[in-house]
């Protein structure tokens, strides 16, 4: 049946990503050449890295895009246990160690890895899997806590990383797929009553949290702290104005903005591509979700129209919340910009999912099997 | 199936997610668009802060802020590089090649030479003018000026050439000096004043004289420390070899090691003031004891193996008096030897050995002060001597408070007051007790102890001064030499703390002589120097001698000196005569001319004369006598 029913990939949102990954280089290699040269002596050395990272995370996506649906509900259980096993791997001093005050990464082969992108998807896919089978309409406790359970696991453990700022987005995923499910709006206000309070609580515990956010509320109060990333990149849109100063033209990313290749490369893309450029790389990313979403829209399949749904929202609210930090709408979180920022795990995961949200999108839907049919 | 309650809940999300990057996109036309165009960007430049000034007790300018230019490259504007690169060698006395390399590594903002002198931005302009050194700019920036040069360096420090303290009060103090603002509105920012408690004479004659016996013993480093006894408020601070804060690159590197507090050495026999006096206030040493010396200190231990100690003379008969007046080393271990280890450790604690004083300046040393735990059978009479334990300068004067204090320790105290931009008070330091140390009658005891040490047969009678009485300890400590672990045959340590008058103590002088190279005992080559110091510190505090007496009266007599005269292009040469030379040096920092100043003392003879046009690049000599 499902043979017969296939088609081919989103042919749109595989021109999407195909431009993202390019602009997502380009703008790479400039945001970064500067610093690489300044660090190691090599302008190319973030470009070279990005670019085996592309390829690892090509072929991951390829794997990702070619496995049948129901291999990936069978494997479902085993990626959760993977990505909590190496979350773990995190607490174990020889295999990680805190860099900037933070045990997010485990040291393996000489490669570092951040798990908690892993476990991103992870609890995407789990959800969808999870949820589709137990249909939530019928028996609402045995289906909702197993899932809210596990999940405040995963968010447990990335807290203790002291990773807030993930910690809050794949909680933000999470309610969003219990949202779509059909769950009772009950059950969210239930869950609000104790999350908002505990999550202030954590907030303000940490000395750099609340230095943050009195950087994000009034960057001035100490512009050569806590407020300078923002103050820089703020300055850098300004700079950029309509049209930009052109790719590699820019000047912050020469020492005046820090992280310009990570965090903060949307304050090099507005810089060196103005307004233009950058409303062009957010349109982008809302093509992602206009695919996505229509896939999750179209699809019979709850397992796919969950998935698709989880998929595309992580990478786009992902994107709004970088955005959002480099223009200042948020405070500075270490969230990085999907398809730009350099750093390997972040990029290989991605990669995956896209590989799986191209995979969904192949997969027959009751629209498109009408209008075929004529 | 479209019509589900979930494809329901996915529009209602999509909607949500759409007024999400409406918002996003508002806020980039805002920045990207309405911002720019609103010549907003001048909102967003960083305020500026004025560095406050250092200055010393009576308000004396150590360290100014300045305004200079700084030469700078926009590389996109370069048009002629070989040019420009050969112009800017000649003006900034850089080499060709120097910025050439500046010019090809970057590609946009790139700083030729931070902080220039006026005449070199006067010619830069002019070049401008003529419409060459295209893409060459003028930033204005402040620079740290220290008008006294190398007069009391370590004690204030030095800038980085982004007015960041990187040493002395310049790094302490650096928050208070140039504080981060915290009003946006606010574009320009003063930063606090900052008193020291040196006085500028006093520092004039201690290092004066630092540097006499620096070269005439051929040392590795001298250092003289003045306290005000009653206050532990630090006069004079003296650290050969010293450094030019304006410019840190022409010093040698281990001119700024700032000794007094981060040099920790056995301290020998100035030592034994406080070993004495603590086994003296513990009552297990009276003032009549007494011990024979015959060259040696010898002791049975009661596992049947002995300890011996060898001195340099015999002193025969002593009493504690005798010890501290001979500088008896057997006197001295003998006396030790019913202090329990403990206490005699309690003690020597109290007097802050063995942890850092808390002077607010950056890397002070604890010294070494091991727990009695750790002590040998050796430890007791080798501490009490002097040796086993390692102090800094800044340590033993501090310790010297108790003795000339009745037994109170004082913290020192280096920074007096701070005072706002607008000349209001903030805080103000003074004399800090800690704890009592010693009883008065031990304190005074001491310190009558250490008067017969500069009368005849004392070993610090080259300290002596006619008139005063002195109380003085000498010291001469062999160096541990790092190689192979025993002391060496030439490397000593000699040093002599004088503490008077000795019926009011005001001034506490120590003077340590690290590696003289021709005679090494503390009492022959650090005694005259104490002597001559404390001479013109006499005069200049006007401490009482015998039978002189002592007129006051009601008022202040106020003397100014006149402010050092400036030198300019086009205007007359100023009347140097009998300008003293510390007012001279400031002129050395005027690149418009070729100053050169001749002989120590005061101007008597001047060319060009008073009244001499004077152009650029002009020679001007100034003899001093």
Redesign the interface.
């Known amino acids: 049946m499902e043979r017969i029913n296939r088609k081919p990939a989103d042919l749109v949102l595989i021109v999407d990503l195909v431009l993202l990954l390019g602009i997502g280089v380009v703008v790479l290699f400039s945001a970064s050449a500067y610093y690489a040269e300044r660090v190691t002596g090599n302008p190319y050395f973030y470009l070279k890295r990005q670019i085996v990272w592309i390829v690892i995370g090509l072929f991951v996506g390829i794997i990702a895009s070619l496995t049948p649906l129901d291999l990936l509900r069978r494997i479902t259980p085993m990626v959760v246990f993977l990505s909590l096993s190496l979350l773990l791997m995190t607490f174990i001093p020889g295999l990680s160690r805190p860099v900037l005050g933070a045990r997010r990464w485990i040291f393996i082969f000489g490669q570092s890895f951040e798990p908690s992108e892993l476990v991103k998807f992870a609890v995407v896919l789990y959800l969808a899997y999870i949820l589709d089978k137990k249909k939530v309409d019928i028996d609402p406790v045995n289906t909702i806590l197993p899932p809210a359970v596990l999940v405040s696991l995963f968010l447990a453990l990335i807290y203790l990383q002291n990773d807030f700022s993930t910690a809050f987005f794949i909680l933000f995923i999470a309610v969003a797929m219990f949202f779509i499910a059909e769950v009772k709006i009950l059950y969210f206000m239930m869950l609000g009553v104790v999350v908002v309070p505990l999550g202030i609580l954590l907030l303000f515990t940490r000395e750099h949290r609340v230095k943050r956010l009195i950087a994000f509320l009034d960057p001035m109060s100490d512009p050569a702290g806590t407020g300078y990333q923002v103050i820089a990149a703020r300055s850098a849109l300004i700079n950029g104005g309509i049209l930009g100063k052109g790719l590699s033209l820019g000047e912050k990313k020469m020492g005046g903005l820090p992280e310009a290749h990570s965090d903060f490369i949307f304050a090099v893309i507005g810089e060196e591509m103005g307004f233009i450029g950058a409303i062009a790389i957010i349109s982008l990313f809302l093509v992602v979700a206009w695919r996505g979403y229509t896939i999750a829209y179209r699809a019979e399949d709850k397992f796919i129209k969950y998935l698709a749904f989880g998929i595309s929202t992580l990478i786009v609210f992902q994107a709004f919340l970088n955005m959002a930090v480099v223009t200042g709408l948020v405070p500075a979180t270490g969230i990085t910009l999907p398809y730009f920022s350099s750093g390997g795990s972040s990029l290989v995961v991605t990669l995956l999912m896209t590989g799986v949200l191209l995979r969904l999108s192949r997969e027959a839907d009751g629209a498109d099997r009408r209008k075929a049919y004529g | 199936?479209?019509s589900t309650?979930?494809?329901r809940?996915?529009r209602l999300?999509?909607i949500f997610?759409t007024i999400?990057?409406l918002?996003?996109?508002g806020?980039?036309?805002q920045?990207?668009?309405i911002?720019?165009s609103s010549a907003?960007?001048e909102s967003?430049s960083?305020?500026t802060v004025e560095r406050g000034s250092i200055l010393d007790r009576h308000g004396r300018l150590l360290a100014i802020t300045t305004k200079l230019d700084s030469v700078a490259a926009w590389i996109p504007d370069v048009d002629q590089p070989e040019e420009t690169t050969r112009i800017l060698a000649e003006i900034l006395d850089m080499k060709e090649k120097t910025i050439k390399s500046k010019l090809s590594r970057h590609n946009?903002?790139v700083y030729i030479k931070r902080l220039v002198s006026p005449s070199v931005v006067e010619r830069i302009r002019e070049y401008k003018e003529k419409g060459k050194l295209k893409g060459i700019n003028l930033i204005p920036e402040y620079g740290r000026s220290y008008p006294e040069q190398e007069l009391a360096s370590h004690v204030i420090g030095y800038v980085s050439v982004d007015n960041i303290g990187l040493a002395g009060i310049e790094y302490t103090y650096n928050q208070i000096l140039s504080p981060?603002?915290?009003a946006?509105e606010k574009t320009k920012v003063y930063g606090n004043q900052v008193f020291l408690t040196i006085d500028v004479n006093v520092q004039y004659i201690v290092e004066e004289e630092a540097l006499k016996a620096y070269r005439k013993n051929n040392a590795k480093s001298v250092m003289v420390l003045v306290m005000d006894a009653k206050s532990g408020e630090i006069l004079g601070y003296s650290s050969i070899p010293n450094f030019n804060p304006n410019d840190i690159s022409l010093s040698d590197k281990s001119a700024l090691d700032n000794r007094p507090i981060s040099f920790t050495y056995e301290p020998g026999s100035v030592f034994k003031i406080f070993s004495i006096s603590s086994m003296l206030q513990s009552r297990t040493l009276s003032m009549d004891d007494h011990f024979y010396c015959n060259g040696f200190y010898e002791k049975k231990l009661p596992n049947g193996k002995t300890i011996k100690i060898k001195d340099l003379s015999i002193h025969g008969d002593v009493t504690p008096q005798r010890i501290l007046q001979l500088s008896c080393n057997v006197g001295a271990a003998y006396a030790s030897d019913r202090i329990d280890k403990e206490v005699f450790y309690s003690m020597l604690t109290k007097y802050g050995f063995g942890k850092t004083t808390g002077i607010p300046l950056p890397g002070e040393s604890a010294g070494i002060l091991r727990k009695p735990d750790r002590w040998s059978a050796r430890s007791k009479p080798t501490i009490a001597m002097g040796q086993e334990i390692a102090v800094s300068a800044i340590q033993i004067v501090s310790a010297a408070t108790a003795i000339a204090n009745g037994g109170v320790l004082l913290k020192p105290i280096i920074v007096k007051k701070i005072v706002s931009p607008n000349g209001k008070l903030i805080k103000e330091y003074g004399r800090e007790p800690i704890r009592e140390v010693l009883s008065p009658e031990v304190a005074k005891e001491t310190l009558e102890m250490m008067k017969t040490a500069t009368l005849d047969h004392g070993t610090a009678r080259r300290a002596r001064i006619e008139g005063i009485d002195i109380s003085a300890k000498t010291g001469t400590a062999q160096v541990l030499d790092r190689k192979t672990g025993k002391y060496s045959k030439d490397h000593f340590i000699s040093s002599i703390i004088g503490i008077f008058p000795t019926e009011e103590p005001k001034l506490i002088i120590y003077v340590v002589i690290d590696y003289p190279k021709y005679e090494k005992y503390g009492g022959i080559i650090a005694s005259p120097v104490l002597k001559t110091i404390a001479k013109r510190l006499i005069t200049y505090f006007a401490i009482p001698l015998k039978g002189e007496k002592v007129y006051e009266k009601p008022s202040k007599i106020k003397v100014t000196i006149p402010a050092t005269k400036e030198l300019k292009a086009g205007s007359p040469m100023p009347d140097f005569i009998n300008f003293p030379k510390r007012k001279l040096l400031p002129l050395l920092k005027n690149t418009d001319f070729n100053i050169r100043i001749r002989g120590e003392g005061y101007v008597y003879r001047q060319e060009p004369k008073a009244g001499t046009r004077l152009k650029k690049g002009m020679n001007i000599y100034l003899y001093l006598k």
């Open positions: 199936m479209r309650k979930s494809n809940r996915l999300f999509i997610f999400l990057f918002v996003l996109i806020r980039l036309v920045l990207m668009i911002v720019p907003g960007r967003l960083f305020p946009g903002f981060q603002p915290i946006k």
